[in-house]
T-cell receptor, first 113, second 117 residues
Framework: AAGVIQSPRHLIKEKRETATLKCYPI?????VYWYQQGPGQDPQFLIS???????DKGSIPDRFSAQQFSDYHSELNMSSLELGDSALYFC????????????FGPGTRLTVL | AQTVTQSQPEMSVQEAETVTLSCTYD???????LFWYKQPPSRQMILVIR??????QNATENRFSVNFQKAAKSFSLKISDSQLGDAAMYFC??????????????FGTGTRLQVTL
């Protein structure tokens, strides 16, 4: 069965650089979620999209922006990177916004040097 | 806002034995979902089991079962016949239902389970 695809799987950036993380949901899923998991921490919700519109927002820094495109894939853009942005970034998708289950991708590990 | 608490940072169990991981949560909502996720060293988030708050019957998935106590806001995970492959970080998570939005998962801080021979 198809799963959530995230790219790249690993990313190394310098401070103050920009990074773009991509998420391709499971086919026919119209809802995407982004989570950030710092070292030794639990995942923290950043933002979600349903039918290409922002649906819910968590503790996402102003330096980050995200969108969902017409093919339902989503991109998380991160600017002016800081050392503290080093984390595992998960994307999850669900069939629709009120579906019970979210299916997680493998994550993108971002390291900021 | 909802909160999820896992009071056991680490647990250890011998192979083939049974272990119970604790989770409590705080909410004023009546409709919600509860989940247990497993995160092995690969860091992949794997759904272990889920429970709908409106269901009184405790969920069971093979060797995994939950004890859901809605009034006490408690949601523990029991792993029977523990296997080496069960060693991982386990997260308890809460999700609101019927919000009209793509609502988030709120996670606890996790319990690291070690399985010994």
């Amino acid at each position: 069965a198809a799963g959530v695809i995230q790219s790249p799987r690993h990313l190394i950036k310098e401070k103050r650089e920009t990074a773009t993380l991509k998420c391709y949901p499971i086919p026919r899923h119209d809802t995407v979620y982004w989570y950030q998991q710092g070292p030794g921490q639990d995942p923290q919700f950043l933002i979600s999209f349903y039918e290409k519109m922002q649906s819910d927002k968590g503790s996402i820094p102003d330096r980050f922006s995200a969108q969902q495109f017409s093919d339902y894939h989503s991109e998380l853009n991160m600017s002016s990177l800081e050392l503290g942005d080093s984390a595992l970034y998960f994307c999850a998708s669900s069939l629709t916004y009120d579906s019970r289950e979210q299916f997680f991708g493998p994550g993108t590990r971002l390291t900021v040097l | 806002a909802q909160t999820v608490t896992q009071s056991q940072p680490e647990m250890s169990v011998q192979e083939a034995e049974t272990v119970t991981l604790s989770c409590t949560y705080d909410t004023s909502e009546s409709d919600y979902y509860l989940f247990w996720y497993k995160q092995p060293p690969s860091r992949q988030m794997i759904l272990v089991i889920r429970q709908e708050a409106y269901k009184q019957q405790n969920a069971t998935e093979n060797r995994f079962s939950v004890n859901f106590q809605k009034a006490a806001k408690s949601f523990s995970l029991k792993i029977s016949d523990s296997q080496l492959g069960d060693a991982a970080m386990y997260f308890c998570a809460y999700r609101s239902q019927n919000t009209g939005t793509a609502s988030k998962l709120t996670f606890g801080t996790g319990t690291r389970l070690q399985v010994t021979l």
